[in-house]
């Protein structure tokens, strides 16, 4: 069984800058591209990023606006998420994704469906002074 636990939420001021975790076990970590999406109260889910399977193309939300980088460790099953320059609109609870598509482009994590992905179950990041 596939099973994705994020860490590194938390509380941060303004401008502060966190680094979520994502750690993958039970599966092919390698095969699956990964993503982030967060959550705010009241609000829809949003993609946040994601990333191919060798790491080596990454889309990000229109929102990040260069501030946040995604990588992986494909030795460590791990995928990241650095988040600098944080701003109050940024909280929300990260969810990291294993998708087990064959596709990476744009559209489709602009328009992505849950059920093409294992889930974590969210990190809180709180930005508030």
């Known amino acids: 069984q596939v099973q994705l636990v994020e860490s590194g939420g938390g509380l941060v001021q303004p401008g502060g800058s966190l680094r979520l975790s994502c750690e993958v076990s039970?599966?092919?970590?390698?095969?699956?591209?990964m993503a982030w999406f967060r959550q705010a109260p009241g609000k829809e889910r949003e993609f946040v990023s994601a990333?191919?399977?060798?790491?080596?193309?990454?889309y990000y939300g229109d929102f990040v606006k260069g501030r946040f980088t995604m990588s992986r460790d494909n030795a460590k099953s791990t995928a990241y998420l650095q988040m600098n320059s944080l701003n109050p609109e940024d909280t929300a609870v990260y969810y990291c994704?294993?998708?087990?598509?064959?596709?990476?482009?744009?559209?489709?994590?602009?328009?992505?469906?849950?059920?093409?992905?294992?889930w974590g179950k969210g990190t809180l990041v709180t930005v508030s002074s």
């Open positions: 990333i191919s399977w060798s790491g080596m193309t990454t």
């Open positions: 039970g599966g092919t970590f390698s095969s699956y591209a």
């Open positions: 994704a294993a998708d087990r598509g064959e596709i990476f482009d744009e559209d489709y994590y602009r328009n992505y469906s849950p059920d093409r992905a294992y």
